[in-house]
């Protein structure tokens, strides 16, 4: 089994919608992040938790909120989505604690396209 | 804001031949410089990374420089294969608790 996994794998929703993408991980990590991928524009966090209690805004987190449900779950919300955030979305986690330098592990990814 | 900068410009290449990708940042050095390989469809993983006080550093056909005078990490893929072909994206890593800020990276195609 995948270690992060992410759901839904694709999207298709109109504009004004409210959107759930969510992020499970077995790793066992607390730093949990989500971000954005967009042509010629590289990854962009949006979130990013350190731990259960610690959630904090990355780069671009305007028109994105999140969750953090557990130390194994991570959800990224769309309050009300817009075409501009047709993208594709990925969770990753790090344990810094093991070897400092935070390496990511990164979920599959979840393509959303907002009509 | 620091700014990390690839090559947006996909990198084509013969086989067997070494394939070298370019990361340069603007502003303050990073603790760490991290690289990973993305293919389409699928998320990033992780290759291998460059301390500060680093020079070089070697992984099988894999070899990362950095240049802090320069503000540039270099990527070379030695003896290339077309099981190469991918984006490749470069990380800085301000410290050893910090987030990291990616490249846009670039995408390299190895022909036959």
């Known amino acids: 089994d995948a270690d992060v996994t992410q759901t839904p794998r694709n999207r298709i929703t109109k504009t004004g919608k409210r959107i759930m993408l969510e992020c499970s991980q077995t790793k066992g990590h607390d730093r949990m992040y989500w971000y954005r991928q967009d042509p010629g524009l590289g990854l962009r966090l949006i979130y990013y938790?350190?731990?259960?209690?610690?959630?904090n805004k990355g780069e671009i987190s305007d028109g994105y909120s999140v969750s953090r449900q557990a130390q194994a779950k991570f959800s990224l919300s769309l309050e009300s989505a817009i075409p501009n955030q047709t993208a594709l979305y990925f969770c990753?986690?790090?344990?810094?604690?093991?070897?400092?330098?935070?390496?990511?592990?990164f979920g599959p990814g979840t393509r959303l396209t907002v009509l | 804001s620091q700014k990390i900068e690839q090559n947006s410009e996909a990198l084509n290449i013969q086989e067997g031949k070494t394939a070298t990708l370019t990361c340069n940042y603007t502003?303050?050095?990073?603790?760490?410089l991290q690289w990973y390989r993305q293919d389409p469809g699928r998320g990033p993983v992780f290759l291998l990374l460059?301390?500060?006080?680093?020079k070089e550093k070697r992984k099988e056909r894999l070899k990362v420089t950095f240049d802090t005078t320069l503000k540039q990490s270099l990527f070379h893929i030695t003896a290339s294969q077309p099981a190469d072909s991918a984006t490749y994206l470069c990380a800085h890593q301000e410290h050893s608790a910090s987030k990291i800020i990616f490249g846009s990276g670039t995408r390299l195609s190895i022909r036959p």
């Open positions: 502003n303050y050095s990073p603790a760490y």
């Open positions: 990753a986690t790090s344990d810094p604690g093991q070897a400092s330098y935070n390496e990511q592990f």
């Open positions: 938790s350190f731990d259960v209690k610690d959630i």
């Open positions: 460059i301390r500060e006080n680093e």
